[in-house]
């Protein structure tokens, strides 16, 4: 039986509102990623892409909306937030699987897209070996985790959010990049977000701040934000 941090007996952990506020709110938190998106992919472009981890199928459905010519597809273990993407994404090609060895039949993608995703795999290396596999040449995989080097983590201390029983492969963002690159990848872009994991700014009024350079920036070349985000392309000459 593969092991997996995913319990198909408790309530999902993830399946998130679907109020207008709170996709509002979700597409404030997914800029960091639309915005390396929108830097490497015009809007007529047709690509395909992968989404490794699909939760309740915000990112999907955003980029439904602004590249209506792309080829989606995503993978999700958990069959009930499947069943939630595939309501809310009508042209994307969502499937059941596990990261670690996921297997779409010789599909290859463009872009591949994994959103607080790796920290839950027991094997990191094997998710990104699939990865790899699932890239056409070139192709570009960007990837958000959370960041064991961010001010959260040692401002908060063991009460940082990050810490919890189904993260089980937590890093910084210096030994994501190096584990990154030495699968095969080459670095365009490796940053970190800003402070969502400090309550006190997480919150109106200072909440405002985190949420203006969310907007602003998405995420800057520090290493020291909530998360890490990178953008990798594969290297040919590994």
């Known amino acids: 039986m593969e092991k997996v941090t995913v319990d198909l007996n408790e309530p999902s952990l993830y399946k998130e509102p679907q109020t207008k506020f709170h996709r509002f709110k979700r597409k404030l938190m997914l800029q960091p ?6 830097k490497i992919l015009p809007k007529n472009k047709i690509f395909s892409l992968l989404d490794i981890g699909t939760g ?3 990112l999907l459905s955003f980029l439904e909306s602004d590249y209506p010519r792309a080829n989606l597809s995503g993978i999700e273990y958990d069959s009930r937030l499947v069943e939630l993407t595939k309501k809310k994404v009508k042209n994307a090609n969502i499937t059941q699987g596990n990261a670690e060895n996921f297997d779409l039949n010789g599909s290859k ?8 995703v790796i920290e839950h795999v027991y094997n990191p290396s094997l998710m990104l070996n699939r990865i790899k596999k699932h890239l056409t040449h070139n192709g570009i995989l ?3 985790t959370p960041n064991l080097e961010c001010l959260s983590a040692k401002i908060m201390k063991d009460k940082w959010h990050g810490y919890r029983p189904d993260h089980v492969s937590l890093k910084s963002n210096t030994e994501w990049k190096t584990l990154i690159e030495n699968t095969g990848f ?4 490796c940053g970190s977000t800003f402070f969502t994991g400090i309550p006190l700014l997480n919150k109106l009024p200072f909440g405002l701040i985190n949420w203006g350079l969310l907007l602003l920036f998405g995420s800057l070349q ?8 990178g ?3 594969i290297d040919s000459n590994k």
């Not at 990623?33 to 929108?38: E, F, P, Y």
């Open 33 to 38: 990623v639309l915005r390396r998106i929108r």
């Open 56 to 58: 309740s199928g915000f």
């Open 109 to 116: 993608f463009d872009v591949i897209v994994s959103l607080q």
């Open 142 to 144: 960007i990837l958000t």
């Open 186 to 189: 080459k670095s365009i872009y």
């Open 222 to 229: 520090w290493k020291h934000g909530e998360s890490f985000v």
């Open 231 to 233: 953008v990798f392309r």
